[in-house]
């Protein structure tokens, strides 16, 4: 059997045959690893999921200084309840949740609160930052 491959035997089929086999060897020299991490659909969700993470723990960190603040206003001698409750707060957080809620930690989420509560809503003033993620 003469082709136009200018070979006995040899036909397009099997030309095909050899450059798919060429092509799988280069996949397993590059690695699947690799060739997933190229992914566009998978770098899309990374950025996605980061994107809600980073949300969450900001709505949660506003929350938590809510609740200082307001528990604050309704304590006596304001100074030392706020210190107490934030170090109690500490304690208890830290010991259910972990890492993450130091007394320094908790100040900053009831400044945080403080700062951004004056005036429009928290997803107002968020909407004006393009949180770039790379």
Same mark, same amino acid.
């Given at each position: 059997? @003469?082709? %136009? +491959?200018?070979? *006995?035997? =040899? $036909? *397009?089929?099997?030309?095909?045959?050899?450059?798919? =086999?060429?092509?799988?060897?280069?996949? %397993?020299? @590059?690695?699947?690893?690799?060739?997933?991490?190229?992914?566009?659909?998978?770098?899309?969700? @990374?950025?996605?999921?980061?994107?809600?993470?980073?949300?969450?723990?900001?709505?949660?960190?506003?929350?938590?200084?809510?609740?200082?603040?307001?528990?604050?206003?309704?304590?006596?001698?304001?100074?030392?309840?706020?210190?107490?409750?934030?170090?109690?707060?500490?304690?208890? &957080?830290?010991?259910? +949740?972990?890492?993450? !809620? $130091?007394?320094?930690? &908790?100040? #900053?989420?009831?400044? !945080?609160?403080?700062?951004? $509560?004056?005036?429009?809503?928290?997803? %107002? #003033? +968020?909407?004006?930052? %393009? +949180? #770039?993620? $790379?």
């Amino acid at each position: 059997m @003469r082709t %136009d +491959f200018g070979r *006995p035997g =040899i $036909s *397009p089929r099997m030309v095909l045959g050899a450059m798919i =086999i060429k092509h799988m060897e280069k996949l %397993d020299d @590059r690695g699947v690893i690799e060739e997933v991490q190229e992914n566009i659909y998978m770098k899309e969700a @990374r950025k996605s999921v980061v994107k809600t993470v980073n949300k969450t723990m900001v709505y949660t960190y506003f929350e938590i200084g809510r609740i200082i603040v307001e528990e604050e206003q309704k304590g006596k001698a304001r100074a030392e309840y706020g210190k107490q409750i934030i170090k109690e707060l500490s304690q208890r &957080l830290t010991r259910e +949740f972990g890492k993450g !809620f $130091s007394t320094t930690n &908790l100040k #900053q989420m009831r400044q !945080f609160y403080l700062t951004f $509560s004056k005036s429009q809503t928290l997803s %107002d #003033q +968020f909407e004006k930052f %393009d +949180f #770039q993620l $790379s």
